[in-house]
């Protein structure tokens, strides 16, 4: 008899709940304990998931499973097509290894659920389930009347609160449970991407974890809003396939920095981390969001532009607005966008060009490195004024002023659309006319009169 620690977006070995348990399960029965991770290209190609992060999730898994051999733990990599392939595929798996037992991490998207639904039904042996994606799992956060929060900020309140009473810290890696086995390079499951400059083992991830909260987490809230400068983590593509933990951000945040009643920069990323939170919630209580529909039913009677010209302007950074460009140039060249450019190349291509919000999450999926369904769709819902806690439907950003505000020289338009280096800090942002960069695509003016209209016309009569 054998025990199976099936991992999926927690690709670590410190403060992984599912391992705590089988390495626990496995010392306890006496018996070996394997580990698995099943590919799926089909269901990344289906979720959009970027070239980018699938190679992330492959050096991810490489280090793994070395960290894993030298505990006497054998890893298996398999590949399914897609979370349907999966049942038969892990049945066949549990016979030939004879399991007795699988563990492994909850995760709350409808697709997900629904593999693991089709796995404990498929299987003959107990499936254990544990909940680690979060600081909190869905359903604990609710309302007085046991509902969940549809607005962030009473969320985080009460997301505090609950924390609060409960134990946070970190579990230790698992003990090396018999002698090493050997360690082997994987079979690579898709091509190659450039993901040089992120973290790919665990103890990257940690590293820069520490280095963040010991260093710059204090200014965090001062510079987060300039994208010139490096005043974020960068840590979302580790908690997305699971590097790093929620709760091993708090620890370290906990150890390193302040956590104060006034706003300090500690309080302001913790908050971050609240709203990462706060979408998985909404995701899993209202799963609507995941299958592609608003959460505001009745943004869903706007008639939107389906104009494929401006589509591709805005995905190749040629709209004309210099910051727009600059963050969607970033995104294709890095795989990664500062978070107040998601919000203005967002808004810009829902309320500027009026083309579907949808369109736009998925072209995010298809290049972010932290592509994370729940955050995305609620940034996009947000930014579209079709979500939770959205930017109220007639607020609109204005693209020129966004770009004067939080690039005022303009190092960052400089950086990312060579073509106007040479203009000053006041021209950088409304270009003169040239033949190398295109002038703008839509009136700004007259596309927030429309947005706004459109977006008026569906509004429930109150
Ligand atoms: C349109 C749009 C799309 C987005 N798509 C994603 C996505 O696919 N994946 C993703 O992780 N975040 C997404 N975000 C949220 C945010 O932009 C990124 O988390 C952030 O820019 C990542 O940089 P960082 O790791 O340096 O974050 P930090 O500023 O250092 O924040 C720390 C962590 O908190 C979490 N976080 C921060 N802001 C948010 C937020 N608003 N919502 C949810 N979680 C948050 C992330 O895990 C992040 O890594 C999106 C935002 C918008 C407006």
Redesign the pocket.
Known sequence: MTALIWFRNDLRSHDNTALHHAARFAREQQVPLRALYIATPGQWHEHATSLRQQNLIFAALNALQGTLAERGIAFDLLVADTFRDIPALLAKYADKHQLSAVFANREYLVNEMQRDDAVASRLSIPCHWHHDRLLLEPGTVLNGSDLPYKVFTPFAKAWKRTLGERDSTPLRRPRALAEAVPARSLKRFCEPADISGWPTDEEAALKQLRR?CQEQVQD?EKK?DFPAIE??????????IGLLS?RQ?LARLRSEAELADTKSGADV?LN??I?????QHVAFHFPRVVKGYAFKPETENIRWNNNDRDFQAWCEGKTGFPIVDAGMRQLRETG????RL??I??SFLVKDLHIDWRR??QY??SQ?I???????????Q??ASTGTDAAPYFRVFNPTTQGQRFDPEGHFIRTFVPELAALDKRQVHSPPKSADYPAPIVDHKQARELAIAMFKAVQPIR
């Open positions: 963040f965090y987060r005043g974020t983590s960068r840590l979302g593509a580790a908690l997305a929620p951000c990323w971050e981390l709203w990462r939170e706060f979408y990664w966008m500062h978070n998601r919000m190349t967002a736009g999450e995010f999926m972010l932290d592509g994370e369904f729940a955050a995305n769709n609620g940034g996009w947000w930014a």
